[in-house]
């Protein structure tokens, strides 16, 4: 399974942007599929989630400036990223899991906020 990620950039404080996650397999094999972000230094950590059902959740880091969404017919995956802030740069990493069965990851996107 490959999960290529894409839709990253520089973007000013305050600015938006929206990622993409392609998935080779159809989202709904998987239990759960999401993004995390780990910014330099710093351990990876959840950014938002989707279940097979539509349930999300999302770190109370971003709730309610990032929406995470997907389009089934196309297995993609996305998050949309509003009023950003320089604390929001990260690689963020688009992950696919079906619990200790499989678990997969994309290349990573590079977000980038300057204040």
């Known amino acids: 399974v490959q999960l290529q990620a894409s839709g990253g950039g520089l973007v000013q404080a305050g600015g938006s942007l929206r990622l993409s996650c392609a998935v080779s397999?159809?989202?709904?094999?998987?239990?759960?599929v999401g993004w995390y972000r780990q910014a330099p230094g710093q351990e990876r950590e959840l950014v938002a989630t989707?279940?097979?059902?539509?349930?999300?959740n999302y770190s109370d880091s971003v709730k309610g400036r990032f929406t995470i969404s997907r389009d089934i017919s196309k297995n993609t995956l996305y998050l949309r990223l509003n009023s950003l802030k320089p604390e929001d740069t990260a690689v963020y990493y688009c992950?696919?899991?079906?619990?200790?069965?499989?678990?997969?990851w994309g290349q990573g996107t590079q977000v980038t906020v300057s204040s």
């Open positions: 992950n696919a899991n079906r619990g200790f069965i499989e678990n997969f």
């Open positions: 397999r159809n989202i709904f094999s998987f239990n759960v």
């Open positions: 989707i279940t097979t059902t539509g349930n999300t």
